[in-house]
């Protein structure tokens, strides 16, 4: 049942599981200070722990408003966090602030990765997945991600690929975060200067360690505007790569995804995934020969 309760009342411990993000904050500011609050905070019983509804409240704060409405989850902290991934979308829940929950439920409630499965309705590799990210994740890159400061998708999707398949270090990917965290920068900058810091020249890590982020972006994008330049031709081939590397990171990522389960797909996937492979060998002759020409050039 929903209630009234003092904002000084409630436990804000699980505020740093939850990521913030100052766009979307200031957009809920604005509709509470029109609308109120609609929706209620999410919390543990009588002791009020707050688990969902942090936006709300610092919105409150700013507002001077005292009193806000509050739902119970559970009686306890481990019941309440099952419930409250158990009913969240993707929406209001993303898959980081998903694993760090479990971290928690893991390691400090102490309940093992087939319980929780259970308790979710979900499959123990559905909860793999979220605690693995856990421990692929530093203290220095989760802090700036969890403050807004650095984009989860750059991690989710960029970084961890040079984790796996570069084996790029930990301390590696903390001082690059370091370097390019809360200036705020597009996920597909991020990745220009991801790509050029792993796996381009001394020149640029430097650049980028000294701070000189615009003087590398300007340079990484110089051969995209020379484009104009090239052929008709020359500017499909260029596309076409970008396409084929783009969707070869996308697949690498995506393709062990534990939802990906039904009859009809894996019929439908090993007939496509059957074609690529017969084209595989001369499609890697062809492009090695093509870097070689290019390169000479």
Known sequence: ?????????LDRRYEAYRIRSAVAE?????SISSHGIREPLKG????????????????????????????????????GIIELIRISNAKSLNILEQARLIDELLNVHQMSNAEIAELLERSKAWVSVRSGLICQMSQTVMDKIFNGQFPA?????TLRQFMRINNVKKAQIDTFVDAVAGRHLSTRDIDLLANAYFKGSEEFRKQIDDGNISWSLGRLKQPSRSSND?????????????????????????CNDSQLKSRPFY???????GGILRQLAPF??????????TGQA
Do not use: W
């Not at 998708?153 to 999707?157: A, D, K, N, P, R």
């Not at 019929?267 to 995934?273: H, I």
């Open 1 to 9: 049942m929903v209630e009234q309760v003092e904002i000084s009342s």
């Open 26 to 30: 200031k957009s809920l500011l604005l």
């Open 44 to 79: 543990v019983g009588e002791s009020r722990i707050l688990l969902d509804g942090f936006k709300r409240l610092r919105c409150a704060r700013k507002l001077n408003i005292g009193i806000v409405p509050y739902l119970s989850l559970a009686d306890d902290e481990a019941a």
């Open 153 to 157: 998708y750059s991690f989710m999707y």
């Open 230 to 254: 090239c052929s008709e031709p020359e500017r499909q081939i260029l596309t076409a790569l970008e396409v084929i590397g783009k969707y070869m990171q996308r697949f690498i990522l995506k």
């Open 267 to 273: 019929a439908q996937a090993n007939l496509l995934s």
């Open 284 to 293: 890697t002759q062809t492009i090695r020969q093509f870097y070689d020409r």
